[in-house]
């Protein structure tokens, strides 16, 4: 599997990303500029990646700009095609502006910047602490959104305690459902906002991220 890592301006984890893919899941790794258009040397076997940041500013609203830039015409295209994309932080909030994932991504709760180490888990896996770094990751749906997610199984991470206890003393951002990642009905474009990238290294003492990456089949 090849990745291809998406650079808007303001892009500030694509470095992040780069290294975690090609030094520590050892992966072949194409750094693809947002004003570019080609994507002819990815299959729908390989997955491009939209990284953390603040894409252009975050002016007018986030990833709202970036959706409009001609890479995402053709990231649009290679998942409708049945590519694989996925979308960290900021590259979550652009696939949901882009419509390629449903629901919204709203300020935190509290109204403050989020920067620590969290927990997530899927509904089978163990807990895994993974950093989280954003002012606006709470994800909004309304109730038939939430539950077609649900019913469908849509829904790839929840915060939780370092137990696997999902509840809301250890939501960080007021997120419903404590939704912290979620995938398209196809199940090849998935959206989270916890940072994987930052614990792939046994420098960094977390290698949890590399879990995440072979939850997601993009191992």
Aim: net charge negative; glycine share 10%; hydrophobic share 35%.
């Amino acid at each position: 599997m090849k990745f291809g890592v998406v650079v808007f301006p303001g892009s500030n984890c694509d470095r992040d990303m780069q290294d975690a893919l090609q030094n520590d899941l050892n992966k072949e790794v194409i750094m693809l500029w947002h004003k570019d258009k080609d994507l002819s040397m990815f299959t729908t076997n390989d997955c491009i990646v939209l990284p953390g940041g603040f894409s252009f500013g975050d002016y007018l609203r986030c990833g709202a700009i970036a959706r409009f830039s001609p890479m995402m015409q053709s990231v649009i295209e290679f998942a409708n095609n049945g590519g694989k994309v996925l979308g960290v932080c900021n590259g979550f909030q652009i696939l949901c502006e882009s419509h390629l994932l449903p629901g919204v991504l709203l300020s935190n709760g509290q109204q403050k910047f989020a920067c620590k180490n969290v927990f997530i888990k899927t509904d089978k896996s163990e807990p895994l602490k993974i950093p989280i770094a954003h002012g606006d990751g709470r994800f909004y749906a309304d109730e038939k959104l939430l539950n077609q997610l649900e019913a469908n199984n849509q829904i790839l991470f929840r915060y939780c305690d370092e137990h696997g206890i999902v509840d809301e003393k250890n939501n960080p951002n007021g997120t419903v459902r404590n939704i912290a990642g979620i995938r398209n009905n196809n199940g090849n474009v998935f959206g989270m906002m916890p940072h994987p990238e930052r614990a792939t290294s046994s420098e960094l003492n977390n290698i949890d991220g590399k879990k995440v990456f072979e939850i997601l089949g993009l191992n």
